[in-house]
């Protein structure tokens, strides 16, 4: 009979198992909680080796030693990475949780950190503290370059700093300007002349914002985020440069990178538009009420920012080379223009900008716009404020992705693929930097998060980029929901689609005798697939509340027939979908007939 090898003792069997293996479940094959562990690391697409020690010829010795050295008598007994986890009820725990997976973890590269983040906004912090929870050992990278009017900000990115929130609040400020006018309808009792403090405005906003700032930072230093204020650039793809405000430069490494730097707002290529035009990323932290103001360009951003600086009084004009909203559909967009128009709002068409000249300092100055129209006429104003929006630039020009070999599409903004990576397999980008994308602070968070859960916790989802809604802060609000009209023919053909559409009038508008037709309606339905929803437009009050929660109708594969069987709310706005009858290829009026 052959000696036993030190390899055959239990010991050995033990310690070999623990050493060479990521997860060890010392199990028996008939043990319902052995299973029930096994089930979980199988959900979690995590491989295991179970030694079933009622199969093993050593499998009660082997036992005996697990007690010895763990105080475990009991199976399933589970270590990972060397570690011992225990039982079943200590390995559901973990996981309940939210500790097993960070346990899982592999730090074995040898670089500095897990996952770097290289911006931070929205998607860059959503996908941070998300790499962090699932054990990542994780670092953002985030620092702001001035405006040419100096002006910067704190951590959060655009959306928080000089976008959704600044801009949704100021857009409050002006609906609460026009709701002091109609209240008097109602029976309240106003001064005559109610003004407006935009100092007041501006510190009550960015109060708000710091507070954000602040708690962004402690969000990170929570979940053990290291936050870098400096400016990244690659050396190569697992190596960057760090540039801090002093000068002072420190090189890091990773074993993953995310680019999540977004845009900055894009300056007309005429003389003086850096010199004396400020930006969205200006506005809304501008010291002095901004007076007479020029708005150049036509998309979503110079359309709100217009607007509700009319709402709030000032004398407003918007410059447009070609169409309002490019992107979105035309009706609905002409109607912003019409309804803009109305209520005070100058338009210059088919015109664009050829040179910006201070005739006055001051808080504000006054600047001299020259313009030309279409038909080669020469406009000629002055304004006290002029503001930039003709576009945004994707934020790779100095990422040194070259050194990394980062594809860019001819946008300046990375290519990626399906799951958010790059043709560099360590490299992944997310949010309004990447060429296809939709720049919408949501969807970068999402496609971080998930993005994070696939690296780090065997998830499999991917972002859907289908059938995301969305609105715009116009004065009357829009909001949108999958295929515009002119996408949807493009896709189906006119013959293949009912359109339903109606005018209504908000309750709350006719008291104050508010316009009867200004608001509106419309669904896009595909003849030849039981009339499936693919388009919903809706111009009045609340519109991204009321686009939120019919969007999820979209997203499954609602018909017409589900619209008109939900019961509405009333009296309300968002009731007009749950009763449109009449379609555009009837030809029939589609005013508002009241409540």
Known sequence: MAPISAADEPAHIVENNIKNNKIVIFSKSWCPFCQKVKHLFDSLNQQYVALELDLHEKGADIQNVLLEKTGQKTVPNVFIQGNHLGGADATMKAHAEGKLLPMLADHSHGFDYDFIVIGGGSGGLAASKEAANLGAKVAVCDFIKP?????????????????????????QTAILGHDNKDSKEFGWVLPEEITHNWGKMVESIQNHIGSLN??????????????????ATFVDKHTIK??????????????????????????????????HCITSDDLFSLPNAPGKSLFIGASYIALECAGFLAGLGYDVTVMVRSILLRGFDRQMSEKIGEYMEKNGVKFIRETVPTSVEQVEEGTPGKFKVTAKAKDGTEIVDEYNTVMMAVGRDPCTGELGLENAGVELAKSGKIIVNEEEQTNVDNIYAVGDVIEGGLELTPVAIQAGRLLVRRLYASGTLLTDYINVPTTVFTPLEYGCCGLSEE?????YGEDDLEIYH????????????????????????????????????YLGPNAGEVTQGFSIGLKLNATKSDFNNLIGIHPTCAEIFTTLSITKSSGKDVAAQGC
């Open 242 to 275: 760090t540039v801090d405000r002093r000068g002072r430069e420190k090189v890091v490494t990773s074993d993953k990178f995310l680019i999540a730097v977004g845009g900055r707002p894009r300056y007309s290529d005429i003389p003086g538009a850096k010199e």
């Open 487 to 491: 996408k949807a023919i493009e896709k």
């Open 214 to 231: 602040w708690g962004y930072r402690v969000a990170l230093r929570d979940k053990k985020v290291d936050y870098l204020n400096s400016y």
């Open 502 to 537: 109606s005018n209504f009038w908000p309750l709350e508008w006719t008291v104050a005798h508010r316009p009867e037709n200004d608001c509106y309606a419309k669904l896009i339905c595909v003849k030849s697939e039981n009339e499936r929803v693919v388009g919903f437009h």
């Open 147 to 171: 405006t040419p009017k100096g002006t910067s900000w704190g951590l959060g990115g655009t959306c928080v700093n000089v976008g959704c929130i600044p801009k949704k609040l100021m857009h």
